[in-house]
C-alpha cells in the first residue's frame, strides 16, 4: 500500500473501530468505504458502559495492560479532536475509578493483588473515613477501596455520534443496511491470496485494495474470513440506568460484582453481566436481580431511585481476552475485533493501528501479542 498515495479500503462493521478506523484512515488521505447491516453504532459501541479503565480493569502487567494504556493517553486528543470535528460533547471525565472492599479481608485480598500498581503510583488506598469522605453516598460498611485516579468514563451513544459525525465530514462513506455476505480473494500468479473485497446481501460486490473487518461479535461468522468461528464469540452483557435525580456519586465505582457508573444528570448505568447465549438479545430477572441488588448494597439510596431504561449487547470475546489485531491469510486483509469489555478503552489505539497497517506504516505499539492467528485465540 505505501506507493499508493489514495488507497481504496473497504471496511466491514461500522461499530467503533470500524468508524474509529474510518475516521483515522480518511485523515491520513485514504477513500474509506463502511460497509454496516444495520446503523452504524447499532450494536455494541452505543450499549457500552463507558469506562475508559486501563488500571481497574487490568491488575497484571503484560501487552493488554500496554495496549490499555497507550489507548487511555490518546484518549484526551481524541476526544478533543472528535468533539471539535462534530459539535458533540461525548461526556469525557477524568476522575478515576473506585474498586470497593466490602470487608477488611477483601481489602487485604485487593492490596494483594493491585500491589505492583500500588508501587508504580497508579493506585492510592482509600480506608473507610477517607472513602466517605470522598463519596458520601456509598453504604457506610464498606471497608475501603483502591482508587485509580487516571482511570475515566466517556457516554458511549454521544461518543459513537461524534467519531461517526468527524468520520463523515471527513468523507467517509457508510452503505448503511447492507450486509457482507461474503469475503472476495483471488490468488495471484505467484500463488498469494489476496482479498478483493466484498459481496454484499444484494448481490452487489464492494471491491477495495484493502479490506478490514471489523464486525464485532459477528466478525468469524463472514464466509470466506480465514478465521475459526470460535475465536470471537459473544457475550452478552446486560446494564440497567436508574435515575436519582440529581447526581450523588462522583465516580465510577466497582463492588459486590458489578459497576456503577455516573451521569452528569443522576442517572446512574448499573452494569453488567456476562453470559454466553448466542445472539440472544434480553434482559432478564435473573440479570436485574443481580445488577439492582448489587447497586443498592454499594449506594443505599438507589433502592428508590427510578429504573428508567435497560438494555443487552454482545461484547466480542476472544479465549485469552485480547483483541484480535493484524492481517489474516492476506496481507491486504486485516481484522480489527475482538475487543471484549474494552473496546470504548481501546478504539483510538486501534484507529492508530488499523490506518498504520492498512498504510504500511509502524504501528504504535508491538502487535505480536493480538496477532489474530494466535494459537490461543481459537
Ligand atoms: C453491556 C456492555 C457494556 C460494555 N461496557 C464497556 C465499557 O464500559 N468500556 C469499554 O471499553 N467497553 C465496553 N464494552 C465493550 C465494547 O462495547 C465493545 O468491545 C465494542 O463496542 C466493540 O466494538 P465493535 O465496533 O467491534 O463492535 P460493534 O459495536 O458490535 O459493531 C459491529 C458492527 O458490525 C456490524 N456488522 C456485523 N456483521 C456485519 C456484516 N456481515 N455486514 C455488515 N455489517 C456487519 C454490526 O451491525 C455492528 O454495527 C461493553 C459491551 C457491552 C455489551
Known amino acids: 500500500m505505501t506507493k499508493q498515495s489514495k488507497p481504496h479500503v473497504l471496511i466491514v462493521g461500522g461499530g467503533i473501530m470500524g468508524t474509529a478506523s474510518a475516521l483515522e484512515l480518511a485523515r491520513q488521505g485514504a477513500v474509506v468505504t463502511v460497509l454496516e447491516k444495520a446503523l452504524p453504532g ?106 485509580f485516579p487516571t482511570d475515566c468514563r466517556i457516554v458511549p451513544p454521544a461518543l459513537f455520534r461524534a467519531v461517526h459525525l468527524a468520520a463523515l465530514a471527513h468523507g467517509v462513506e457508510f452503505r448503511t443496511g447492507k450486509s457482507a455476505v461474503k469475503l472476495l480473494t483471488t490468488t495471484t500468479k505467484k500463488g498469494e491470496s489476496r482479498a478483493l473485497g466484498i459481496e454484499l446481501d444484494d448481490g452487489s460486490t464492494a471491491l477495495a485494495d484493502v479490506t478490514v473487518v ?57 452494569g453488567s453481566t456476562l453470559e454466553f447465549v448466542g445472539y440472544r438479545k434480553a434482559v432478564t430477572a435473573s440479570g436485574l436481580h443481580h445488577l439492582l441488588g448489587a447497586a443498592i448494597r454499594i449506594v443505599p439510596e438507589l433502592a428508590q431511585a427510578e429504573v428508567t431504561s435497560s438494555w443487552s449487547n454482545f461484547r466480542p470475546y476472544t479465549q485469552d481476552e485480547m483483541p484480535l489485531l493484524g492481517s489474516v491469510g492476506m496481507p491486504n486483509l486485516i481484522v480489527a475485533s475482538g475487543h471484549h469489555r474494552n473496546g470504548i478503552l481501546l478504539a483510538p489505539v486501534t484507529a492508530r493501528i488499523v490506518s498504520a497497517l492498512v498504510l504500511g506504516k509502524r504501528p504504535p505499539v508491538p502487535l505480536s501479542a493480538f496477532d489474530p492467528e494466535r494459537r490461543h485465540a481459537h
Request: proline share 6%; glycine share 12%.
Open 42 to 147: 447499532a450494536e455494541a459501541s452505543s450499549a457500552a458502559a463507558g469506562i475508559v479503565g486501563a488500571e481497574i480493569e487490568n491488575e497484571a502487567e503484560g501487552p493488554m495492560r500496554d495496549l490499555c494504556r497507550k489507548s487511555q493517553a490518546l484518549y484526551p486528543a481524541w476526544v478533543r479532536s472528535v468533539e471539535k470535528a462534530s459539535g458533540v460533547q461525548v461526556g469525557f471525565a477524568a476522575d478515576g475509578a473506585l474498586e470497593l472492599a466490602p470487608n477488611p479481608s477483601d481489602m487485604a485480598r485487593l492490596k494483594r493483588r493491585r500491589q505492583g500498581q500500588l508501587r508504580e503510583g497508579r493506585a492510592q488506598v482509600l480506608g473507610r473515613r477517607e472513602l466517605s469522605k470522598l463519596e458520601p453516598s456509598l453504604a457506610g460498611d464498606l471497608a475501603g477501596a483502591i482508587y
Open 214 to 270: 471489523a464486525a464485532g461479535s459477528w466478525t468469524t461468522l463472514l464466509p470466506g474470513l480465514p478465521l475459526a468461528r470460535s475465536a470471537i464469540v459473544p457475550a452478552r452483557g446486560q446494564l440497567v440506568e436508574l435515575d436519582l435525580g440529581a447526581p450523588r456519586l462522583g465516580r465510577l465505582a466497582f463492588g459486590h460484582g458489578v459497576y456503577l457508573i455516573p451521569r452528569a444528570d443522576g442517572r446512574v448505568l448499573v
